[in-house]
């Protein structure tokens, strides 16, 4: 017979209101809500099956076995999820990323969305949305918000069960692309988990808190109504709060780099040119620039002989994480 295997797919998500900080670290609770659109063409694909190798989980990415470090944050997980859903059974754990890991593109994000959608298929958890959604958090924060499908909204919660993320919209609402320009996609120094830990230190972290729910009432109503430019503006804003935060929290994170600004400023000039895009970048160097379906040509073309790119990538409005092979 042969042996009983669980495969998912599920994909990034770049965020338009950003989550930094966290209220209550180890659950994952974060300190403001935050909105964001998943990333459909990059992918992650992670497929669970029983290790009978022995008392312990293990972990292979593109291939590669992943070391006792590595696997050490997907192990916890699981061990996470085996306290609050009483499954038994160890995993083997193989995932295919067909894009750069931990360069400002939310690995982790894909990461845990694909293992709790697998974890719930494969031990028949039976779980809701919601509940799938609020696992993934404690993997990775982001990861909720790659459950659900096409654009949508984490909600703080003040429990594990209340912080999860919704649909604000489905896919086929509005067709966006992100066309990330990789100016390094190199490991980065700093990890989220760290940075989460260090917003706290900075002045203007309170008031990038305090100001969140009207970014993110305003982000909600451009993405109800189309609006591209309401949209660009509160993108830009949050994406400029959050590194401020980074910039000046003691130790000081810059992810900014010379080619990260000078992308930046074009895609202000592009706009000033009436073509629909924005920026807005995670915790990387990369810039994603956030465009419509209409003017995307425009964009890539604008972008061809800019210098300082290593690599493009290209994504738009996606489902959330699915089993695709019971
Ligand atoms: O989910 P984490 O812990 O990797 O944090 C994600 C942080 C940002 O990508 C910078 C912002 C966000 O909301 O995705």
Same mark, same amino acid.
């Given at each position: 017979?042969?042996?009983?295997?669980?495969?998912?797919?599920?994909?990034?998500?770049?965020?338009?209101?950003?989550?930094?900080?966290?209220?209550?670290?180890?659950?994952?609770?974060?300190?403001?809500?935050?909105?964001?659109?998943?990333?459909?063409?990059?992918?992650?694909?992670?497929?669970?099956?029983?290790?009978?190798?022995? *008392?312990?989980?293990?972990?292979? &990415? !593109?291939?590669?076995?992943?070391?006792?470090?590595?696997? %050490?944050? +997907? #192990? @916890?997980?699981?061990?996470?999820?085996?306290?609050?859903?009483?499954?038994?059974?160890?995993?083997?754990?193989?995932?295919?990323?067909?894009?750069?890991?931990?360069?400002?593109?939310?690995?982790?994000?894909?990461?845990? *969305?694909?293992?709790?959608?697998? &974890? !719930?298929?494969?031990?028949?958890?039976?779980?809701?949305? %919601?509940? +799938? #959604? @609020?696992?993934?958090?404690?993997?990775?924060?982001?990861?909720?918000?790659?459950?659900?499908?096409?654009?949508?909204?984490?909600?703080?919660?003040?429990?594990?069960?209340?912080?999860?993320?919704?649909?604000?919209?489905?896919?086929?609402?509005?067709?966006?692309?992100?066309?990330?320009?990789?100016?390094?996609?190199?490991? %980065?120094? +700093? #990890?989220?988990?760290?940075?989460?830990?260090?917003?706290?230190?900075?002045?203007?972290?309170?008031?990038?808190?305090?100001?969140?729910?009207?970014?993110?009432?305003?982000?909600?109503?451009?993405?109800?109504?189309?609006?591209?430019?309401?949209?660009?503006?509160?993108?830009?804003?949050?994406?400029?709060?959050?590194?401020?935060?980074?910039?000046? #929290?003691?130790?000081?994170?810059?992810?900014?780099?010379?080619?990260?600004?000078?992308?930046?400023?074009?895609?202000?000039?592009?706009?000033?040119?009436?073509?629909?895009?924005?920026?807005?970048?995670?915790?990387?160097?990369?810039?994603?620039?956030?465009?419509?379906?209409?003017?995307?040509?425009?964009?890539?073309?604008?972008?061809?002989?800019?210098?300082?790119?290593?690599?493009?990538?290209?994504?738009?409005?996606?489902?959330?994480?699915?089993?695709?092979?019971?």
């Amino acid at each position: 017979m042969s042996q009983k295997r669980t495969t998912v797919k599920a994909h990034p998500n770049i965020a338009f209101i950003k989550y930094w900080g966290n209220a209550i670290p180890d659950l994952r609770l974060p300190s403001n809500g935050s909105i964001s659109m998943n990333l459909q063409g990059l992918d992650t694909v992670t497929s669970l099956s029983e290790n009978n190798k022995g *008392a312990f989980h293990s972990l292979e &990415i !593109n291939g590669e076995k992943q070391d006792s470090i590595k696997t %050490k944050r +997907i #192990s @916890a997980f699981i061990e996470k999820a085996r306290e609050l859903y009483g499954f038994s059974g160890y995993l083997d754990v193989r995932s295919q990323n067909n894009f750069p890991m931990g360069a400002g593109i939310a690995s982790s994000a894909s990461a845990f *969305a694909a293992l709790a959608t697998a &974890i !719930n298929d494969f031990y028949a958890l039976d779980l809701s949305e %919601k509940e +799938i #959604s @609020a696992l993934a958090r404690l993997g990775s924060g982001s990861a909720c918000r790659s459950i659900p499908d096409g654009f949508t909204m984490w909600k703080t919660g003040t429990t594990h069960e209340g912080s999860y993320a919704t649909s604000i919209v489905p896919v086929n609402h509005w067709e966006l692309y992100d066309y990330i320009l990789i100016v390094n996609k190199d490991e %980065k120094k +700093i #990890s989220s988990t760290e940075g989460h830990h260090l917003s706290a230190t900075s002045p203007f972290q309170s008031v990038r808190i305090h100001d969140a729910k009207r970014r993110l009432k305003i982000c909600k109503s451009a993405i109800l109504d189309k609006d591209f430019e309401k949209l660009s503006d509160i993108i830009e804003l949050d994406s400029d709060m959050m590194h401020a935060v980074m910039m000046t #929290s003691n130790p000081p994170i810059t992810y900014w780099q010379p080619d990260s600004i000078a992308i930046m400023k074009k895609v202000r000039a592009l706009r000033k040119r009436g073509i629909a895009c924005a920026y807005t970048m995670d915790a990387g160097p990369n810039v994603h620039v956030i465009c419509t379906a209409s003017d995307l040509n425009k964009v890539k073309e604008n972008f061809k002989q800019f210098k300082g790119i290593d690599q493009a990538l290209l994504a738009k409005t996606g489902f959330g994480a699915r089993v695709i092979q019971p």
